[in-house]
């Protein structure tokens, strides 16, 4: 049956552009980006000054959690990476690199060279900036409603029927390309809740544990992890699974459309299909 002439018509498909990000997101996003960069560099410069693990308060030599060291093998150094009892060899990457005993090699640290010092340093100031640029951020977000809006997850959302739904998604690499797609899916809003009010928080508490000055204030926050050694190890696994948030996050734009991901954190527009479901 033809529809009726007076009946409004349906909505054309086509590419349209919308607003997806706003100036402050793009810019608190940006100087994340930078400050992560130089944070992660630094880090492993720090690192390197002892490049083994601990549980406790004090550094047990003899029986580290993690470990990467250098070990004579038939007249040359190899690098060995212990995990508890496993064994590792892992030369010219860690414990042994450059021609050097070093933990990670020298294009993974910021400053190249060995400098505590200046790691120290570099780690100090973009903590810092990371710090107020996040709270920046977390304040803007709640005070204008993006972290209820667009981050928090409706309880239809959580349903194990729908969560597993997105999963076989993102398995499948299939991502939505209309209105669906302006809008954070329930995986990315559980993976940024967890970022920003868990390993964000952890890693601030615990990179205080391990500082004499605030110690010195309080020993509140070093008693709560057990001891420094206890501390720096929880930083350190932090710090890998923020990279592995990371490195999932640059993977997943890139498999949903690196250019328009990348013009909508640039300009605040991402195009959709309208009328077109994936």
């Known amino acids: 049956m033809d529809a009726s002439p007076n009946a409004p018509a349906a909505p054309a498909a086509g590419r349209v552009l919308i607003r997806r990000h706003s100036l402050l997101v793009r810019l608190t996003h940006w100087i994340n980006v930078a400050a992560l960069f130089f944070l992660l560099g630094s880090g492993l410069q720090i690192f390197n000054a002892h490049p083994a693990l601990y549980w406790g308060a004090k550094s047990d030599f003899d029986r580290p959690w993690v470990a990467m060291t250098a070990e004579r093998r038939g007249g040359e ?6 995990i508890g009892p496993v064994r590792i060899e892992t030369t010219g990457v860690f414990g042994y690199s450059d021609g050097q005993r070093r933990g990670f090699p020298s294009w993974a640290t910021l400053p190249s060279y060995r400098s505590l010092a200046d790691g120290r340093r570099w ?12 709270l920046v951020y977390l304040a803007a977000g709640l005070a204008g409603g ?3 809006r667009d981050l928090a997850p409706r309880r239809a959302e959580l349903a194990p029927r729908h969560l597993w739904d997105e999963v076989k998604d993102h398995a499948r690499l299939r991502f939505p390309r209309d209105e669906r797609a302006a809008r954070y899916n329930t995986l990315q809003k559980l993976s940024y809740l967890v970022v920003i009010f868990v390993l964000l928080p952890l ?19 070093f008693e709560v992890f057990g001891g420094r050694q206890s501390a720096r190890t929880i930083h350190f696994i932090s710090a890998v699974l923020i990279v592995l948030f990371v490195a999932v996050h640059l993977f997943m734009v890139l498999a949903s459309g690196p250019l328009n991901n990348l013009r909508s954190m640039i300009t605040g527009r991402y195009a959709i299909r309208k009328g077109e479901a994936r």
């Open 146 to 148: 993006h972290v209820r």
């Open 77 to 82: 150094l190899a690098g060995v990476t212990k």
């Open 123 to 134: 780690h100090f100031f973009f903590a810092w900036l990371f710090v107020l640029n996040g």
């Open 203 to 221: 890693m601030l508490a615990t990179g205080l544990a391990m500082s004499p000055g605030f110690n010195a204030v309080t020993h509140l926050v």
